[in-house]
Structure formats: structure tokens, C-alpha cells
């Protein structure tokens, strides 16, 4: 089956430790993106990728990082420089950029 | 003024009614448009693409006013299972396109 796959969906971490939320996707897509959401809020972009080896800041990159050196593979390091690490974290895909985006079930990132 | 924006809601509809939502954008030069719908604690899915002349499936129907830079979706015949956040999301132009969502109104269609 086709699709976009996150791990772990939960995710449970001390505060200053980095932890890093996997994105896979086989659709064979150009274009993925990290996006935060907290409650009662929206999607809010963390980066964005167009093309592998390449990864732009979206409007909240701070304390976050990411890589691309594979098409398939989009991870995403929340580092301890960033201040409220815990939500919910999605990742999504689309087959060229600015196209509709297919999302990942995301994963709860829980820092305590 | 924030880039896509739309009415938090709740919408509270009984079964049966017909709902429209509303988005505004502030770029001008936007190209793509589409409404996604999220149930809670899980991710958007694409409910439809949004087209210059409008389109439609089913029970949803989808419309685009660039002169007044505003989409719309309306629901007839709501089901309880439309029940949902519906996001609407907005793609910029240029080399560095990017999906932006609006926060999503809320509606409860109930009994």
C-alpha cells in the first residue's frame, strides 16, 4: 500500500533531550513538509523540502531541524533549544510542491 | 492580518441541514486551493481541490472568488458523520510554494 509513514505515534521524552520523529513515504513524492498543531489550533509549517538535499524554514523552524538525503525519508529533529516541544507533529507529502498534501498519522511528542 | 483565515466555529447544524464555510487569503497571487477535513486526534485528509469555476462532489460543493480572494465550501443534507474541523489551505506561487492552513472551523452536526 501506498502511503506516508510516522513513527512512533506516541512519543514520551525528558525536557533538553532531542528527539527525532521519522516520515517515510512511498508515493515516490518530490515535495514533504513538517507541520506542528497544538489543541484547539492549526498547522502550523516547521519546513518544507522540494527536492531531496534541499529544505527551506517554514514560519516556526526554531529549535527544530531536518534532512533530506533520500526521497523517500523526511526526519525531523526537535533539538532542546525549542521551548514547547510537546504536540502533535505531522507530516505530509505531495507529488510536486504547492500540489494537494497526503499527511502521515502523526506522532504525539510528549516532553515531561 | 494572518494569511488564511477562517471562522473557528462551532457550527452547531441538525442533521439534514446545509452548512457553508467561508475562508478568506490575503495573497493575491495564490494558486492552489483546497479544503481538507480533520477529526479530532487524527491528521487532515483532502476532502476536495477548489477550481477557478467551482466544483463540485456529492453533497459538498466548493467555490473560488479570487476578485474578493475568499473560497467557499457548503454542505447539504449534512450527515453526523460530517462531523469535523474542515481546514482550508491555501498554496503560494513561485519556486518555493508551501501549503498554508487556515485554523479550521469546527461543525457538530447532531440529531
Known amino acids: 500500500d501506498g502511503g506516508i509513514t510516522q513513527s512512533p505515534k506516541y512519543l514520551f521524552r525528558k525536557e533538553g533531550q532531542n528527539v527525532t520523529l521519522s516520515c517515510e513515504q512511498n508515493?515516490?513524492?518530490?515535495?514533504m513538509y513538517w507541520y506542528r498543531q497544538d489543541p484547539g489550533q492549526g498547522l502550523r509549517l516547521i519546513y518544507y523540502s522540494q527536492i531531496v538535499n534541499d529544505f527551506q524554514k517554514g514560519d516556526i523552524a526554531e529549535g527544530y531541524s531536518v534532512s533530506r538525503e533520500k526521497k523517500e525519508s523526511f526526519p525531523l529533529t526537535v533539538t532542546s533549544a525549542q521551548k514547547n516541544p510537546t504536540a502533535f507533529y505531522l507530516c505530509a507529502s505531495s507529488d510536486r510542491a504547492g500540489a494537494e498534501a497526503f499527511f502521515g498519522q502523526g506522532t504525539r511528542l510528549t516532553v515531561v | 492580518r494572518k494569511e488564511v483565515e477562517q471562522d473557528p466555529g462551532p457550527f452547531n447544524v441538525p442533521e439534514g441541514a446545509t452548512v457553508a464555510f467561508n475562508c478568506t487569503y490575503s495573497?493575491?497571487?495564490?494558486?492552489?486551493f483546497f479544503w481538507y477535513r480533520q477529526d479530532c486526534r487524527k491528521e487532515p485528509k483532502l476532502l476536495m481541490s477548489v477550481y477557478s469555476s467551482g466544483n463540485e462532489d456529492g453533497r459538498f460543493t466548493a467555490q473560488l472568488n479570487r476578485a474578493s480572494q475568499y473560497i467557499s465550501l457548503l454542505i447539504r443534507d449534512s450527515k453526523l458523520s460530517d462531523s469535523a474541523t474542515y481546514l482550508c489551505?491555501?498554496?503560494?506561487?513561485?519556486?518555493?510554494?508551501?501549503?498554508?492552513f487556515g485554523t479550521g472551523t469546527r461543525l457538530q452536526v447532531t440529531l
Open positions: 489551505v491555501v498554496t503560494d506561487t513561485g519556486t518555493a510554494s508551501k501549503l498554508t
Open positions: 508515493l515516490n513524492h518530490d515535495a
Open positions: 495573497n493575491s497571487a495564490s494558486q492552489s
